[in-house]
């Protein structure tokens, strides 16, 4: 099927779109969604900014459109973001990274039902695991770009998702290494899909407290591989 990808730039997102990928289908675009929200209820925001820079490493098109990431009211940008896609790029499908948020997949679902759009959640309900060792098995380079949470500070920032790293977060308690409840937020640097990697050129880190902080992205370009 001709599918538009939801992506966020982070690991699900890209990690979704790769395995509809391998299953046959056609990603046709990517759609992302800018909120000016930073707690949006439905749409990540960190790193949002190099989605573009992803879809241009992948040579496919996106589609980038504001919210104000009002509760709710920020699904009207989604359906309207969606329309476009089946306009301009035919597509059939949606695909997206949604792991256990019953509170985002049932939106989102319910968005394409009005469109005539069928949804795609590969990830939904995966070990947490797997998942992470699935994106070290296919040589996706995935690094650490917020922490939020106990047991993590700002020496994880910048750092590379590997199996050594699962070990690590799988000692920690409290926490979904998957970051599934806001404990961290990743970027995807380098794909199997990818014909060019994102290179950070210019970063700076933003501590809030000992275990909140941010790896801010000032300047970022495509190298080769």
């Given at each position: 099927m001709r599918l538009g990808a939801l992506s966020s730039s982070g690991k699900d997102s890209i990690l979704a779109l790769y395995l509809m990928q391998k299953q046959g289908h056609e990603i046709n675009c990517?759609?992302?969604?800018?909120?000016?929200?930073?707690?949006?209820?439905?749409?990540?925001?960190?790193?949002?900014?190099?989605?573009?820079?992803?879809?241009e490493a992948m040579n496919i098109p996106i589609i980038e459109k504001e919210t104000l990431g009002e509760k709710e009211k920020e699904l009207e940008d989604l359906k309207k973001a969606l329309e476009e896609a089946k306009e301009k790029y035919a597509i059939e499908g949606v695909v997206t990274g949604a792991l256990f948020s019953e509170y985002q997949k049932s939106r989102i679902e319910k968005v394409c039902k009005s469109s005539g759009l069928k949804v795609f959640s590969p990830l939904?309900?995966?070990?947490?695991?797997?998942?992470?060792?699935?994106?070290?098995?296919?040589d996706f380079e995935v690094i650490i770009t917020v922490v939020a949470a106990e047991g993590l500070d700002k020496s994880w920032l910048g750092k590379k998702i590997d199996y050594k790293m699962i070990d690590e977060l799988k000692k920690l308690k409290n926490i979904s290494i998957i970051g599934e409840g806001g404990e961290?937020?990743?970027?995807?640097?380098?794909?199997p899909m990818f014909k060019k990697k994102i290179k950070i050129i210019d970063s700076e880190i933003i501590e809030e407290n000992k275990n909140t902080a941010n790896l801010v992205k000032k300047k970022a370009e495509l190298a080769e591989k």
């Open positions: 990517l759609i992302t969604l800018v909120s000016k929200n930073p707690d949006s209820y439905m749409f990540h925001t960190a790193n949002i900014n190099l989605s573009s820079l992803q879809a939904w309900h995966k070990e947490p695991e797997e998942e992470l060792k699935e994106l070290v098995k296919e961290y937020e990743s970027l995807v640097l380098d794909a």
